[in-house]
Every structure is written in structure tokens, then in C-alpha cells.
């Protein structure tokens, strides 16, 4: 009989992974927020709170997604949400996710179609210089063309 229909809590083996966050500054003054392992529903409110603060206190925002494992859409949703952050504030916002990265977080962008919008770069180089060159340009759906 299940657990949950006996009236009884359900007894996990293992706790849910979650990754990690950490948080640097480029030398350029830009905001590096690293991603490793998986992140969902679970580590995405932290991941959007943080990067609401970074846009508001920094010239350029990076987030590296180069050792994550695993993004769901929720994570996708923090992204968005700091990238028009940032349209706004006229900030810098990119996405690193280097050529080695795994094949479950390339796919998502691959899929979506968000490279571009992101925009998503390859190496923290590319994505540092273009977070620090200023405003990110709005689509022509971001501005109403």
C-alpha cells in the first residue's frame, strides 16, 4: 500500500541535489554569478533574488552556466527575468556556457531558442566583455517593433 494513502509521511533515501551558487566580480567590475550542478524550482527564487540585486548594483551581470548539469524552466524564467532587468536599468547581461558544458543544459538553450536573446556566449571572456560593454540591445519583440 502507498504511503501517502496509509495516512503516513513518504520516506525519502536521498535528498534532492541542488547545486551550488557562488558569487565574484570580474576585474572589469562585472557581476560573475556561477551555476554547478542542478538547479530548479528549488534554487531558482535564490538565483532570481540575487541576480535582481547584482543588475541593480552592478555595471554587468555573467552568469555561468558552464558546470551546471541541469536547468528546468524555472531556471530559464530567473534568466529572463534578470535580462529585462537589466534592459531596463540599461546593463550589461550575458550567459556563458562554454563548449564542454553538458548536454542537458545546451539542449534547453538549443531547443528555446535562447541563445540569441540571452544572449548565450561560449567562454567567460566573450561574456564578461559583452556584459561590461554596456546596455544589452532589446529585441524587436522586447521593444514593440
Known amino acids: 500500500m502507498n504511503a501517502a494513502?496509509?495516512?503516513?509521511?513518504?520516506?525519502y533515501h536521498r535528498p534532492v541535489a541542488t547545486g551550488d551558487m557562488r558569487f565574484g566580480v570580474s576585474d572589469a567590475?562585472?557581476?560573475?554569478?556561477?551555476?554547478?550542478?542542478?538547479?530548479d524550482?528549488?534554487?531558482?527564487?535564490?538565483?532570481?533574488?540575487?541576480?535582481?540585486?547584482?543588475?541593480?548594483?552592478?555595471?554587468?551581470?555573467?552568469?555561468?552556466?558552464?558546470?551546471?548539469t541541469f536547468?528546468?524552466?524555472?531556471?530559464?524564467?530567473?534568466?529572463?527575468?534578470?535580462?529585462?532587468?537589466?534592459?531596463?536599468?540599461?546593463?550589461?547581461?550575458a550567459v556563458?556556457?562554454?563548449?564542454?558544458?553538458?548536454?542537458?543544459?545546451?539542449?534547453v538553450f538549443d531547443m528555446t531558442g535562447l541563445s540569441e536573446?540571452?544572449?548565450v556566449l561560449p567562454d567567460m571572456e566573450r561574456a564578461a566583455a559583452t556584459a561590461s560593454s554596456g546596455p544589452i540591445k532589446a529585441n524587436a519583440a522586447d521593444s514593440g517593433d
Open 5 to 11: 494513502r496509509a495516512g503516513e509521511s513518504a520516506q
Open 29 to 39: 567590475g562585472v557581476a560573475i554569478v556561477e551555476l554547478d550542478g542542478e538547479h
Open 41 to 68: 524550482i528549488y534554487t531558482a527564487p535564490k538565483l532570481r533574488d540575487r541576480l535582481g540585486e547584482l543588475v541593480e548594483t552592478s555595471p554587468g551581470v555573467v552568469v555561468d552556466l558552464s558546470g551546471a
Open 71 to 93: 536547468v528546468d524552466s524555472s531556471i530559464l524564467g530567473a534568466l529572463l527575468n534578470a535580462r529585462q532587468r537589466a534592459v531596463e536599468a540599461k546593463k550589461g547581461f
Open 96 to 107: 556563458c556556457l562554454a563548449d564542454g558544458s553538458a548536454p542537458a543544459v545546451r539542449r
Open 117 to 119: 536573446t540571452l544572449p
